[in-house]
């Protein structure tokens, strides 16, 4: 579980990156969400170096597809549900009828799931603690997962996850090694992932990108830990 590891079957490699606070800084607004400096750069370098480079999002693919327009990158977005069929209406109305509840919360259709974001409500603990009830009902009643973020929670179809995200590309690409970085609680689905594919004998290394907001569940399970996105662009450059 090293970093030499995967460097040394590179070219058989799947490189899995998160987006926002791993290869972008977190924002008040996602919609202003970019890339640092130099990370275009390192995605367009490693696409012609390692096996698969691909971003493993929440986000629909075309807005990473317009900040990072890198030739051969492969986006998944919405955790792997995109193309899915949207969600229910009667699901965004009891959603937004939650949301509605809560100063400053704002709810976003995504279609194949639907994001609550708590970053600009005035105490965005509080909004989150008593706005998780009513979504986990919502999700309970509709058959649908919950999935935590940083000053987000996002209902989602059951089974969708990084991880299982994670899981395909290794399989379907046939790599040797997987390198995954990220930064939120959904990663930690995709550390879980490589960790169970390490017994399979593929090569591993798990990046926790710390900010004030990473949670200490995924620092412990990383191999390794950089602080910040910029940090994350100078280890990338390494391989």
Not at 50 to 58: E, K, L, Q, R, Y
Not at 141 to 167: F, H, I, N, Q, W
Not at 208 to 230: C, F, M, N, Q
């Amino acid at each position: 579980m090293s970093l030499e590891e995967v460097k040394a079957r590179v070219a058989r490699a799947a490189l899995l990156l998160d987006f926002d606070g791993t290869l972008s800084p977190i924002v008040v607004r996602p919609e202003e969400a970019r890339p640092v400096a130099g990370a275009e750069e390192v995605l367009a370098w490693l696409v012609e170096r390692a096996g698969s480079v691909t971003i493993v999002t929440g986000r629909r693919s075309g807005f990473i597809r317009n900040v990072l327009p890198v030739d051969g990158l492969d986006v998944i977005g919405q955790f792997g549900m995109e193309g899915s069929p949207p969600m229910p209406p009667e699901v965004l109305a009891e959603v937004n009828a939650a949301g509605a509840e809560e100063p400053g919360v704002r709810v976003v259709n995504k279609g194949a799931s639907i994001a609550v974001h708590v970053r600009t409500a005035p105490d965005p603990d509080a909004a989150t603690a008593r706005i998780s009830g009513p979504l986990v009902a919502i999700a309970e009643r509709y058959g649908l997962d919950v999935l935590p973020g940083k000053r987000v929670l996002e209902l989602a179809r059951s089974g969708s996850s990084k991880g299982t995200v994670a899981a395909e590309v290794v399989a379907r690409t046939r790599a040797e090694a997987a390198l995954y970085a990220g930064d939120d609680l959904g990663d930690v689905l995709a550390f879980d992932a490589l960790e169970v594919l390490a017994a399979d004998g593929v090569a591993i290394c798990r990046i926790a990108v710390v900010g004030e907001e990473t949670p200490e569940e995924l620092i412990a399970k990383a191999d390794l830990t950089v602080a910040g996105p910029e940090e994350l662009v100078a280890l990338l450059r390494e391989l």
